[in-house]
């Protein structure tokens, strides 16, 4: 697998606070994810990065931001946690047009 | 937007048994790709296809293209209990770097 982890691993937050999640690659990929997986979805783009400080909407981006200030890392902030952000967030990394690496996910629960 | 569609949602199968899931873009496909993820576990690669009809085999597992670059499918023949997991597909598009997942079929092995 390629290095790339996340953190933290699992978290427990109350609604309207906020909540950042961090994705660390070492491989030195252009390209960053982040998705969510909830039951029946499969795994849905919320935004991605195509270099540093560039980025991008994927299709559930609305009460999500994201940033990337260096190669390595690609941070996904929650402004104000509600409770249809629980969920399981997957990072991932990859060179554009070929496969995806993911990394291990973050179980996010908003109470 | 581009939306892709996988079915069955579930599949039991007897161990020793053969199956098939099946993957159908919205929109024609620069790639699709498969992915495996074990429960618990993160998605992990298993294949890239990028040409029309395109066939490949890994042991057990065959994958295909369409003709049409809009659908494929993914059949493994002689089921194991290792085989267990959900087997998401993700199509590219042409215009850009990012993934559309299936909903994912979840594999159930009867030994």
């Known amino acids: 697998d390629a290095g790339i982890t996340q953190s933290p691993r699992h978290k427990v937050t109350e609604t309207g606070t906020p909540v950042t999640l961090r994705c660390h690659q070492t491989?030195?990929?252009?390209?960053m994810y982040w998705y969510r997986q909830d039951p029946g979805h499969g795994l849905r783009l919320i935004h991605y990065?195509?270099?540093?400080?560039?980025?991008d909407k994927g299709e559930v981006s609305d009460g999500y931001s994201v940033s990337r200030s260096k190669t390595e890392d690609f941070l996904l902030t929650l402004e104000s946690a509600t409770s249809s952000q629980t969920s399981v967030y997957f990072c991932?990394?990859?060179?554009?047009?070929?496969?995806?690496?993911f990394g291990p996910g973050t179980r996010l629960t908003v109470t | 937007g581009q939306q892709v569609m996988q079915i069955p949602q579930y599949q039991h199968v007897q161990e020793g048994e053969d199956f098939t899931t099946y993957c159908n873009s919205s929109?024609?496909?620069?790639?699709i790709q498969w992915y495996k993820q074990r429960p618990g576990g993160h998605p992990v690669f298993l294949i890239q296809?990028?040409?029309?009809?395109e066939v490949k085999k890994q042991k057990r597992l065959t994958f295909q293209f369409g003709e049409a670059k809009k659908n494929s499918s993914l059949h493994i023949t002689a089921t194991q209990t290792t085989d267990v997991g959900t087997y998401f597909c993700?199509?590219?598009?042409?215009?850009?770097?990012?993934?559309?997942f299936g909903g994912g079929t979840r594999v159930l092995v009867k030994p």
């Open positions: 991932a990394t990859g060179q554009g047009m070929g496969e995806q690496y």
């Open positions: 491989e030195n990929h252009r390209y």
């Open positions: 990065s195509y270099g540093v400080k560039d980025t």
């Open positions: 929109t024609t496909l620069s790639n």
């Open positions: 296809l990028v040409k029309s009809g």
């Open positions: 993700a199509g590219q598009g042409t215009a850009g770097n990012k993934l559309t």
